[in-house]
């Protein structure tokens, strides 16, 4: 590692030394220069500055060497609101066996709750080698204080090499005050996720606003944690016999406080939501005005399906942020989605490209989204998906007609 040194005598106009910063990093404090947190050690200082004034120096790394060999193990996080368990939880069960295999590391699956004798033992259908349950009454309800309490406790004494949580509203909470609690690292968002021989887990997302992919790793510490979409990871076969055993754990009255008192928990009103659609249309910039959307909702409906959308539909105002699909909005995977006027960035693409059949229809043939479609088609909008509504008119027609 190295750290930046500072010679009070050789800095002379300190003034003119703080300005070469372009991070604004060096700061005058009592006449003396010194070096903030936002130093990026571009070493312009070093280069531009006073010879001697602002110096290189190598410092040893006295962090105590990793043993990964305590660290065993890859568990799954189970999310689920009263017991029904939330469908990301399978997906991530699934991945964790694909990773697990590699190294030889069993699969672990921690079930935070109250009431869970029935729930816990679904788990034991899809291959996890053991089940932590932590069933008791101050469980009932989610609070952030307690169920970081429960992680904390599960890592202590299971000591798991990789944990991975759902990206879901509960997820996104837990996981980040965990990693900063066990003073650990955590990728959110990850899109691939692979693991090494050395147990180093391999967590690959989208950055710089989807632009490159990025590979992080958490080599010098333990546990490593990830958060993954729904939609993301394959869900594996239910088995219809259970393997695995279920434990009991227990955590200690005092770390079940709260500060937050959940009085009543109220159930939304039912809604079917983009992720949960076989059949997507999407509509993209190509739509000229919020009036055409009503074409494309036609053919949605004819399919069976529901309208989405980019993020210029949003920012527009014309569809509601919960249909957007993309980094910035939901990740999907239906059997069937039909894009019409959409570029394909790699912000939407990472949002749709595990659907298992892509219709495109754009106007220019060099369209991204034609590098990951199945079935492209070069045209007007306003021309292909009127002559695809006749057709599904057409031959539903005939289908009614007993031909």
């Not at 009991?248 to 009255?253: F, I, K, R, V």
Request: charged letters at 25%.
């Amino acid at each position: 590692m190295e750290k930046l040194i500072i010679d009070q005598t050789k800095v002379g106009d300190i003034k003119k030394l703080i300005a070469l910063c372009p991070f604004h990093a060096l700061e005058e404090r009592d006449g003396k220069l010194e070096i903030n947190a936002a130093c990026k050690m571009c070493r312009l200082c070093v280069k531009q500055g006073p010879a001697g004034a602002v110096t290189v120096q190598e410092t040893e790394d006295r962090r105590p060497a990793l043993d990964k060999d305590q660290w065993r193990g890859i568990a799954v996080y189970v999310d689920h609101v009263d017991g029904e368990i939330h469908p990301v939880t399978y997906e991530l069960i699934g991945k964790a066996r694909e990773l697990a295999s590699k190294i030889g590391h069993p699969v672990y699956a921690l079930f935070a709750g109250s009431g869970l004798s029935e729930q816990c033992r679904e788990l034991l259908h899809y291959g996890v080698d053991a089940v932590y349950v932590y069933d008791q009454n101050a469980l009932e309800h989610f609070t952030i204080e307690a169920y970081t309490n429960v992680l904390e406790d599960f890592i202590e004494n299971v000591k798991p090499s990789s944990i991975l949580v759902g990206a879901t509203t509960v997820g996104r909470q837990l996981a980040p005050r965990t990693a900063a609690r066990v003073k650990t690292g955590l990728t959110a968002d990850c899109t691939i996720l692979d693991m090494s021989p050395d147990t180093d887990l391999i967590q690959i997302r989208p950055a710089f606003g989807g632009n490159i992919m990025a590979q992080i790793h958490t080599p010098d510490h333990r546990p490593q944690m990830a958060t993954v979409r729904y939609k993301i990871m394959t869900a594996p076969t239910r088995s219809e016999e259970e393997s695995g055993e279920i434990i009991p754990c227990l955590l200690p009255e005092k770390k079940l406080h709260s500060n937050l008192d959940v009085l009543e928990v109220l159930p939304k009103a039912p809604e079917t939501s983009i992720e949960a659609c076989d059949v997507l249309v999407v509509a993209g910039r190509g739509v000229k005005k919020e009036g055409d959307l009503d074409l494309l909702r036609e053919l949605a409906a004819l399919l069976g399906g529901q309208l989405a959308c980019t993020r210029p539909m949003i920012e527009a105002g014309w569809m509601d942020a919960k249909r957007q699909i993309g980094l910035s909005g939901r990740t999907v995977r239906p059997k069937l989605i039909i894009t019409c006027g959409v570029s394909g960035s790699v912000q939407f693409a990472a949002g749709m490209n595990n659907a298992d059949h892509i219709v495109a229809i754009n106007t220019d043939e060099k369209a991204a989204i034609f590098r990951i479609a199945h079935c492209c088609l070069v045209g007007d909008l306003y021309e292909i998906v009127p002559g695809l509504i006749a057709k599904i008119k057409a031959n539903r027609g005939l289908y009614h007609d007993g031909i």
